[in-house]
């Protein structure tokens, strides 16, 4: 009998890093690893930290280091993928031309790859999550940002400068007038639709509000840690105020949809991160908008989705990477 396939997977984050061993069918062989980033601590320590949870990882699931395959490894982006290399992402100050690929090859003596962390959530979703009965597959990841990965067949969309994909800076307002965005520029998808911006559109919102509204309510007593949660929360419960900033982070949302159609004409967008927890009505919304305003042909088959894996998606997405690097061989 051929020997079981196993896989490493490790998402690393600005606050903490994730890992699992995942068996041939995207199964993780225990819960993840979770280990503080500590970016701050120097990239030192940050690899050894990275390592550390990786051979954690192999003992959680209970097996030993000749039974990995391979190791796949995600970051945020700034990156070159195809080096391997972390170059200098906003959320891992100071770190700055980390050879994360080849140090975790060296280390562990298993073939490595590197992917950027929300091309290997998209790719955790297209191989075992939501996606997986699709062909081609688009996510959307909803967060502090916007993060976003395209998938066609078994292709993932690096691009030639590893920020393919990049959908949270889609352009869906004028750029001389639009929303400021943190990459720099105006009228990026980001600067409307991350769990931020919802916030920052609540507050405008409900202060050009002539009615009552719940949110005005909580904003004032719930100033520093009112967050998007509680906007879907008071739109759930029939606030008017917070209904119309959710339905327009659905038509923000289906406006950076529409582009991806007229671009790639995926099977599938699948919605991920916080906002999931909004339910089907939110979902609904980002349907009826999409199928409104897409490009007619493809748009009327297109399905719109919520990811199924959460957070796990990234360390299964990483292992997946590896996998596919290994039978592509
Ligand atoms: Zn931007």
Redesign the pocket.
């Known amino acids: 009998m051929a020997e079981p396939l196993i896989y490493v997977g490790l998402d690393v984050g600005g606050t903490t890093m994730k890992s699992a061993a995942v068996d041939d069918a995207g199964k993780p062989l225990s819960a993840p690893v979770i280990m503080a980033t500590e970016p701050e601590r120097g990239q030192e320590a940050g690899l050894e930290t990275m390592c550390e949870t990786i051979r954690r990882a192999v003992k959680a699931a209970g097996v030993g280091l000749a039974d990995v395959t391979a190791i796949g490894v995600a970051t945020p982006g700034l990156m070159d993928i195809k080096a391997g290399l972390i170059l200098d992402p906003p959320n891992l100050k100071p770190w700055k031309n980390v050879p994360v690929r080849d140090h975790i090859r060296q280390v562990f003596g298993k073939p490595t790859v590197y992917q950027n962390d929300a091309n290997a959530a998209a790719y955790g979703e297209f191989w075992v999550g939501s996606g997986q009965a699709a062909k081609s597959m688009v996510l959307f990841t909803l967060g502090t940002g916007v993060g976003g990965g395209i998938i066609l067949g078994d292709v993932i969309v690096e691009g030639e400068h590893s920020h393919g994909g990049e959908l949270?800076?889609l352009r869906i307002a004028m750029p001389d007038r639009g929303r400021l965005?943190?990459?720099g520029?105006r009228g990026?998808l980001?600067?409307y639709a991350s769990a931020t911006n919802v916030v920052k559109r609540a507050r405008e919102e409900m202060a050009a509000w002539r009615g009552a509204t719940k949110l005005r309510q909580y904003y004032t007593a719930n100033d520093d840690d009112f967050t998007s949660k509680h906007v879907f929360n008071l739109a759930a419960a029939g606030d008017e105020c917070a209904l119309k900033v959710v339905d327009d982070t659905a038509y923000y949302l289906a406006l950076g949809a529409c582009a991806v159609i007229s671009s790639v004409d995926p099977e599938m967008i699948v919605f991920g991160g916080g906002m999931v927890a909004a339910g089907e009505s939110f979902r609904s919304r980002i349907d009826t908008y999409v199928r409104q305003y897409g490009l007619p042909f493809p748009t009327k088959t297109v399905k719109i989705a919520f990811a199924s894996l959460g957070s796990d998606a990234g360390f299964i997405g990483a292992a997946g990477c590896a996998r596919l690097a290994v039978k592509a061989k």
């Open positions: 949270g800076h965005c943190g990459c520029a990026c980001e600067a």
